[in-house]
Nanobody, 117 residues
Framework: QVQLVESGGGSVQSGGSLRLSCAVS????????MDWYRHTSASQRDSVATITSSGMTSYAADVQGRFTISRDNAKNMVYLQMDSLKPEDTNVYYC???????????WGQGTQVNVSS
C-alpha cells in the first residue's frame, strides 16, 4: 500500500518559517521524483518545488529563494523548508511522488499552512 503522509503545517506570522515533511512508503522512493503542490484555483494544483530522483531541484517563480526542497532517500522523506512566508502562501500543501518511466503518480492528503499578516 502506497502512503504519503505530510506533516509540519500550521499557523505562522508573515516573515516566519515552517518546515513541511512527507513520509513515503510502499514505493521505491529513490526512483521517484518528488514535488510539493498547492492550489492555484479551486480545481487546480501547481507544483511549487520539485526534486528529481537524482537530486536536481526547481521552484516556482513566486517561491524561488524562499523555499527549499530536499530529500533523504535513507529515510524515505521529502521536506519543504519555507522561509520568509507571506500571507499569499496560505494554502494546502500536497506531497506528490511521480515516475514518468512507469506512469506512476501518488498524492498525500495535504497539510494546511496559514500565514497571517
Amino acid at each position: 500500500q502506497v502512503q504519503l503522509v505530510e506533516s509540519g503545517g500550521g499557523s505562522v506570522q508573515s516573515g516566519g518559517s515552517l518546515r513541511l515533511s512527507c513520509a513515503v512508503s510502499g514505493i521505491p522512493f529513490s526512483l521517484f521524483d518528488m514535488d510539493w503542490y498547492r492550489h492555484t484555483s479551486a480545481s487546480q494544483r501547481d507544483s511549487v518545488a520539485t526534486i528529481t530522483s537524482s537530486g536536481m531541484t526547481s521552484y516556482a517563480a513566486d517561491v524561488q529563494g524562499r523555499f527549499t526542497i530536499s530529500r533523504d532517500n535513507a529515510k524515505n522523506m521529502v521536506y519543504l523548508q519555507m522561509d520568509s512566508l507571506k500571507p499569499e502562501d496560505t494554502n494546502v500543501y500536497y506531497c506528490n511522488a511521480n515516475r514518468q518511466a512507469t506512469w506512476q503518480e501518488y498524492w498525500g492528503q495535504g497539510t494546511q499552512v496559514n500565514v497571517s499578516s
